[in-house]
């Protein structure tokens, strides 16, 4: 198991989504509620972010470890369904975040996912949740796999 060498770029808190992510498709009602969400296509697999809102808080000012949780699960999900060809169909049979840092409105989340084995039947990966260049969470996953996605 490897540890992100670097954090993501920084982007200085600005109410900006950096340059190359795009919105992600929706994956349920749910995230159109907590959305929007991003995504961008990188050497090692894929970064998803988001820009934290008002929205996104919690009573003390700053983002909900709820937030924090669902952007893990959304950021392994998707690093899951892609760690092979063809895509697959995954769901979330164990996740587990650790919390080291917050973040605020307008501050940009990026999560950063290892898929440390794609199985036949179980995907196990980790993920860094990263805002102004240091971690702030830690994330490990179990998906099972329920089949293919269609095209």
Known sequence: MTRQASAPAETAGAATVP?????M??????????GPIYVKKTEAGYAIGLLVEEKH???GQMV??????????????WASKYSREPAVK????????GFTGNAL??????????????GRRVVFSNCFIWSKGKCIAHATAQ???VGEESA
């Open 143 to 145: 998906f099972q796999v």
């Open 19 to 23: 340059t190359g992510f795009e919105p």
């Open 64 to 77: 909900h470890g709820g937030m924090i949780s669902m952007l893990a699960d959304t950021a392994c999900t």
């Open 57 to 59: 808080r919690n009573k």
């Open 105 to 118: 409105p307008g501050d940009w989340l990026e999560a950063r996912v290892e898929v440390v084995k794609s």
């Open 90 to 97: 995954v769901v979330t049979s164990h996740l587990s975040v």
């Open 25 to 34: 498709p929706p994956f349920s009602p749910f995230h159109e509620l907590t």
